[in-house]
């Protein structure tokens, strides 16, 4: 029996995974995390202040003060029966890795010890030849090492065997330069504090740090394991390179905010428990739009660690998942035909003084504040379009964007009718000619229209990439596999950028004797002007807003290879070190890299339709192109007239052309990937990997697979169909 058919069998026979009542969330949160309250119990008072320090102003911890903090996060470990330690980071293939050593270890004599000392905390050497990174290595030093960053706190990882004491590091080259994505994000959060925190101290003296917030929500499907395993290209590629769509699709809707299915209900409550214990604030759950597909978001947090906790959950559902013979689909595109899964980041910027920076205020004077903060990101989104567009590259995405289910590839912002109005009405107020009228315009009462507002949200343009959503912006673009640091980097890299460039400008007017708030009016005013075209309200799924988009001069690039062109521009280099997030070979380096995982994607991919058109489809096809051969020969010769057999003759004859275009197309696109194979220059590689090879032959071979899925016997069909992955549970 095939893969397929045992799976279908196993379906129904498969023993439930028994979750059990989920335990009181407030009982278990943070109870495998190292979080202060812990480092107080387990530290000594110097140790502890030592660490505080380092987590609160970045200050470097020393040796003996390293050995103490180790031995108290080692006690605390043993304590819940953990035996090894790893160093956890995100390096830039996308997922996260670990290399782990034991606690125990031999003295000079002999006798076996437990011990973590304060190096073995602080740095580590990961056999990291496998890491990509862009040829830094290779021209520098041959070695990477992993740092900690106190930042992050350490947290134990119980799932599968035995328990992880886990690290979090960032990950760098012997010379210096950034291998991961955490080191630029952290730069990149830095460089925002302060610039922020000098724009917040035109209003507010008080304030002395900014940190930007990040709210993600986490779209995926769910499939039953045995149904994934019946799949080489779900198992290699994360996504069904063939499949006809089923007869029952999403036009129903039926599926969002309707009832959980009981086996993911089991799992999303699994999983979620071992999140509460990792301190990640989970806090909706919810059906997707599509069959299967599902999503879930936590209450924000500091962007770092957001971003470390997006980066362990997506573990988590994996691990969990097989616990319960699920597999979790992350990809951005699994199912053609299907809404994919995106990975909204929700982000905004909060003060020490508690104050949310893209909140409208309750005063003239706060308002103006909020104005400054709003402006200043859309202006930053004009002026940076690109290098946000390439900030969420990838195959994965490619197939998302622009397909009329999420954000486009031209990136534009959404604010809603009201703030519109108020800029608009700022942009004609606010005259070259500072006089009396100005002060007014800095009552505008923005609070008084927090109803309407609010109106404004509920009826938000979900087509928007990067829309205002009352208190936040939500960066819609980014992809569902993708690592939030990415985006996130870039985000807060151009506003700092922009911030400090307004600093400049402000201060300008202000030596010409302009009053501060008249000098920051004008300047709004200015960057309202210079940004106004960023600015859309419509449907970002049209067409017409394509031509209108082109019209105003906003770039539309559809795909990965050209997008991160925008990473390596004069612009984005001088933007990323004069904010000294990375340096221009680091900017280089990443380029490559996004450059070969574009290539190494697209081309695992044509493999496996290569593979799967030769070993499973075309040998199905064939059995049943000869019964058909056979069912009419013998018709034939026993006298019955054609009119007897020309269904089954048009059958054959339309099965037949089938098998020979999509074998036709396979070895065509085999002989396309040898010549791009042969193309040196990645660039250059991997933009005919993406003409040459995936607009050439993928569609093409794919809609002759899909036409045979449909005419071929059901028995003799290998893969797992549709229907079956979305619907059978
Ligand atoms: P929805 O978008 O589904 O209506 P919410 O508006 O409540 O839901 O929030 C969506 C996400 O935005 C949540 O993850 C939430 O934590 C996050 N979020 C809310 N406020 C902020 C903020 N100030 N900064 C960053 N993220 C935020
Ligand atoms: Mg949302």
Do not use: C, M
């Given at each position: 029996m095939s893969l397929r058919f045992n799976a279908i069998q196993n379906l129904s026979s498969g023993p439930e995974v028994i979750v059990g009542s989920s335990p009181a969330i407030t009982g278990i949160f943070g109870e495998n995390v190292f979080t202060s309250k812990t480092a107080r119990k387990y530290l000594s008072d110097e140790a502890y202040k030592s660490l505080m320090a380092s987590i609160k102003a970045g200050q470097k911890i020393d040796r003996s003060m390293a050995n103490q903090i180790s031995n108290g996060i080692r006690a605390w470990a043993e304590s819940k029966g953990v035996t090894h330690f790893t160093h956890w980071f995100q390096p830039l293939t996308g997922s996260t890795a670990e290399k782990h050593d034991s606690f125990f270890t031999l003295k000079s004599d002999g006798t076996p010890i437990e011990q973590f000392e304060g190096d073995a905390l602080i740095q580590q050497e990961p056999d990291a030849s496998s890491f990509p990174s862009g040829g830094l290595r290779a021209t520098f030093e041959a070695r990477g090492y992993t740092a900690w960053d106190p930042s992050s706190p350490a947290f134990i990882m119980d799932i599968g065997e035995g328990k992880t004491l886990c690290i979090p590091t960032i990950f760098v080259s012997f010379t210096g330069e950034s291998l991961d994505y955490k080191a630029p994000l952290l730069k990149a959060l830095e460089a925002l504090n302060?610039?922020?925190?000098e724009v917040c101290n035109y209003f507010d003296r008080n304030?002395?740090?900014?940190?930007?917030?990040?709210?993600?929500?986490?779209?995926?499907?769910v499939i039953d394991e045995g149904l994934f395993n019946a799949r080489p290209d779900l198992v290699l590629s994360g996504r069904t390179v063939y499949g006809h769509g089923p007869a029952k699709g999403q036009q129903l809707e039926d599926h969002y905010f309707g009832s959980i299915p009981e086996r993911v209900y089991a799992f999303m409550r699994d999983y979620e428990t071992e999140s509460y214990k990792l301190g990640i604030p989970l806090r909706t759950r919810h059906n997707e739009v599509a069959p299967a597909q599902f999503e879930c978001a936590p209450i924000f947090e500091e962007v770092s660690v957001g971003v470390d906790h997006n980066s362990l959950l997506m573990d988590i559902m994996d691990r969990v998942a097989r616990r319960h013979k699920l597999r979790v689909l992350l990809h951005e595109k699994p199912f053609a035909g299907i809404n994919g899964s995106g990975k909204h980041n929700n982000w905004s910027m909060a003060t020490d003084t508690g104050v949310n920076l893209l909140a409208p205020g309750k005063t003239p004077k706060t308002n103006l504040m909020f104005l400054t903060f709003f402006v200043n990101t859309i202006k930053a989104v004009h002026d940076y379009a690109d290098v946000l567009r390439a900030s969420i590259a990838s195959a994965q995405n490619d197939h998302r964007l622009g397909a009329n289910e999420a954000p486009p590839a031209i990136i534009s912002v959404f604010i809603g009718e009201y703030l519109t109005k108020v800029l608009k009405e700022i942009k004609e107020r606010v005259k070259d000619k500072m006089d009396e009228t100005d002060e007014s315009m800095l009552k505008i009462d923005i609070h008084k229209s927090i109803p309407e507002l609010l109106l404004d949200n509920t009826d938000r343009n979900r087509t928007s990439p990067f829309a205002f959503t009352g208190n936040k912006f939500e960066f819609r673009a980014v992809g569902s596999s993708a690592n939030c640091a990415n985006a996130m980097t870039v985000l807060n890299t151009i506003m700092a950028d922009t911030l400090k460039q307004f600093i400049k400008d402000v201060n300008a007017l202000i030596e010409k004797g302009e009053k501060k708030e008249i000098a920051i009016m004008h300047v709004i005013r200015e960057y309202i002007v210079a940004s106004e075209k960023i600015l859309f309200e419509g449907n970002n799924y049209s067409e017409e807003w394509e031509k209108e988009a082109e019209k105003r001069g906003l770039p539309n690039v559809k795909t990965t290879?050209?997008?991160l062109d925008a990473m390596v521009t004069e612009k984005a280099k001088k933007l990323f070190e004069s904010n000294k997030v990375v340096t221009h070979s680091e900017l280089e380096a990443r380029h490559e890299i996004e450059l070969e995982k574009y290539i190494k994607k697209v081309q695992i991919e044509s493999r496996i339709m290569g593979e799967l058109a030769t070993s499973h489809?075309?040998?199905?096809?064939?059995?049943?192109?000869?019964?058909?051969?056979?069912?009419?020969?013998?018709?034939?010769?026993?006298?019955?007239?054609?009119?007897?057999?020309?269904?089954?003759?048009?059958?054959?004859?339309?099965?037949?052309?089938?098998?020979?275009?999509?074998?036709?197309?396979?070895?065509?696109m085999i002989e396309a990937r040898k010549i791009c194979n042969n193309i040196n220059a990645t660039r250059t590689k991997a933009i005919a990997y993406q003409s040459q090879v995936k607009d050439a032959f993928f569609d093409e071979i794919r809609y002759h697979v899909d036409k045979l899925?449909?005419?071929?016997?059901?028995r003799e069909w290998y893969l797992p169909k549709y229907r079956e992955m979305l619907f059978l549970r």
């Open positions: 302060k610039s922020a925190v304030v002395t740090r900014v940190t930007a917030t990040l709210g993600w929500e986490q779209e995926y499907f290879p050209l997008a489809i075309l040998p199905a096809a064939i059995r049943y192109q000869n019964l058909l051969a056979n069912n009419i020969k013998g018709l034939k010769e026993a006298g019955i007239s054609e009119s007897g057999y020309s269904n089954q003759k048009q059958i054959l004859e339309k099965i037949s052309e089938h098998i020979t275009k999509a074998s036709e197309g396979v070895e065509k899925e449909l005419l071929v016997d059901d």
